[in-house]
């Protein structure tokens, strides 16, 4: 069996905004601290991010690398495919479906570890660098099959999966609700965490996949990510690129990842969601719609005494301090 090639240890992030949100300052300083990476790199479109305070401190605090994002023939498996990919991205709306489409370009040409701007490293990636490519599985309701699919006691599934999932984040303890009703759910791939190596076979496969989609598809939520992995590697495991388990990279799924904000002022919850989490996406669009915005004052403030309180603490007085300088720094 051929020994898959190994991932380079570096961490990709995308952000096509003005402005660095506080939790992705803290995703890069987790990717930093704990990870294991050799560099990381934030790939962006707007050139006034390079003036961004948090940016300017990452750069200069932990070797940041800011790049700007290009569409060059080493960003696509051909010239046939670059010249879509970029036609594909002008029609693209969604930044997140725009950043389903760069990641894909990003590892096709450099290779390495892209992560969401909302995970938290929580451990060092090193022992999946010998993979040559990986994902994590979630827990979800609508998988693609059935999104796609008119299959009735799938739907029924789904169905109960959606109404016991809310019931369970919103109990006291989302995270034990969540297991008496996880049969219910799928296990599905998930592209917010992503490792392969440059050129690998799956994401030039990922790559002329998404350029097949119809074109109304293609600008439908998720369609670009999750599905487009699901489709492509019917939630299996390959000898060259693997499925992890939830644990690993997505300890509470969607919806019951409101756990990561309940307030724990007596630490019950701990310091991680499970013992064998390398990293935890945060699907910071479902916090910020149950909480609000994971602002820093909410981060140095309430947000200390949360599960994520606790996940973060090594660099939250870095972060108030941070924007106290800003602060004082605008002030006429």
Known sequence: MTTPV?????????????????????????????????????????????????IVDLIERVGLQLKMLESTSQSAPDANAQIALDALDLQLQSPAARADLWRLRVLWQHGGVYLDADAICLQSFRDLLHLGGFAGLEPVALPNHVVHGRHPGRWLRAGLALATRDVASRMANPIKAFAAVAPLHWLACNNAILGACATHPLIGQLLHDALALPCEQALKLYELGPRLLERATDNRSTADFKLLPPELLFPLGPEICVAYVQPDPLGRLGKTPHP?????????????????????????????????????????????????????????
């Not at 570096?10 to 803290?26: N, S």
């Not at 994520?308 to 603490?313: E, H, I, K, S, Y």
């Open 276 to 332: 064998a989490a390398v990293c935890a996406h945060l699907y910071d669009s479902v916090l910020s719609r149950r909480v609000g915005p994971l602002d820093t004052p909410w981060l140095t403030g309430p947000g200390r005494q949360t599960l994520l309180g606790q996940m973060v603490q090594p660099w939250l007085d870095e972060l108030e301090q941070l924007a106290k300088n800003t602060k004082d720094r605008l002030k006429p």
């Open 6 to 54: 190994p991932i380079a240890n570096v961490a990709h992030f995308i952000w096509l905004g003005a402005q660095l949100p506080p939790i992705a300052w803290l995703a890069v300083r987790a990717a930093r601290d704990r990870g294991g990476f050799e560099r990381m790199v934030l790939h962006t479109q707007s050139a006034a991010l390079a003036d961004d305070s948090l």
